[in-house]
């Protein structure tokens, strides 16, 4: 079955691989992803950017397997976000994650210094977990397996804005599932450990929706109507973000209809 389409298309999002390059460390600085030298591997990357996930998936899956390993990062990020923000049906949203977290882990065996095995291979597990429910996958052991993913894309590539972001909802979503003195106890979460990471995030890449939207959740999950305030202001500034990408509008889309929640 095809892939549902980007409901957003944007000629702004279509690049050539010369404006990719120029646009590069604007477009890639939530994931720290280095410039790809290979043509098939940038040829992925643009129809990234411009919301053809599948083919882009497709692109990236060809020039893996032909042996450029860069092809792989563009394969799982594609294959992400359409099942994080399009996909309808929860078996094929489910599968897709499955699949990612499988291929990453063949790829940290083959390269193990490779930050988007390791950060690929956390994010697919987080959403899954989510889809199955938090506590589930807790009790499965996914969470560890999540904050170790996490911990060394962050040892690879330290500047790895989203990396941060996921640990931050890591934190939150743990203390908010079993409770501050448990989640510390038994999985290391705590809410300053939350907020660092949020801030760091934000500090890496200041443009980043995502990043206020992912904040903005957490501190309700933390700290409940204290923070409606801080959630609101953070929203609001995600909302109004130029983006730059599909992916960029998808995540400003994602916080306009939470202000509309």
């Known amino acids: 079955m095809a892939w549902a389409r980007f409901p957003y ?16 460390p604007r477009l890639h600085a939530g994931d720290a992803e280095p410039w790809p030298h290979e043509a098939p591997v940038i040829e992925a ?12 998936a497709s692109l990236g899956m060809e020039a893996g397997r032909a042996g450029h390993a860069a092809g792989y990062a563009v394969a799982d990020k594609a294959a992400c976000i359409h099942a994080t923000y ?30 988007a095995a390791f950060y690929w291979h956390a994010y697919a597990l987080g959403r899954y ?43 939150a979503e743990i203390i908010d599932k079993v409770g501050a003195l448990v989640g510390r106890l038994t999985y290391g979460a705590s809410r300053s450990e ?5 801030e760091k995030a934000l ?5 980043s929706a995502i990043a206020r939207v992912e904040y903005a959740n957490a501190l309700i999950m933390l700290d409940g109507r204290k923070q409606a305030s801080a959630a609101l202001a953070l929203r609001e500034k995600a909302a109004a973000i130029a983006p730059h990408d599909a992916t960029e509008r998808l995540d400003v889309e994602r916080a306009r209809r939470e202000l509309e929640d």
Not at 45 to 56: L, P, R, S, T, V
Not at 147 to 152: A, C, I, P, V
Not at 158 to 164: G, I, L, N, S, V
């Open 9 to 24: 298309p944007d000629p702004g999002y279509v690049y050539t691989a010369a404006s990719l390059k120029k646009a590069w």
């Open 45 to 56: 990357w643009i129809a990234f950017h411009a919301g053809q996930f599948e083919q882009a």
């Open 86 to 115: 399009l996909e309808k049906s929860h078996a094929s949203k489910s599968e897709r994650f499955q699949q990612v977290v499988e291929r990453c882990e063949q790829q940290q065996d083959r390269q193990p210094a490779n930050a």
């Open 129 to 171: 977990a989510q889809d199955i429910s938090v506590v589930k996958a807790l009790t499965q052991g996914i969470g560890g397996k999540i904050k170790t993913s996490l911990d060394t894309t962050l040892t690879l590539a330290p500047r790895h804005a989203d990396a941060h972001t996921a640990l931050g909802v890591y934190h």
């Open 194 to 198: 939350a907020v660092t990471h949020f």
């Open 203 to 207: 500090s890496l890449n200041p443009d």
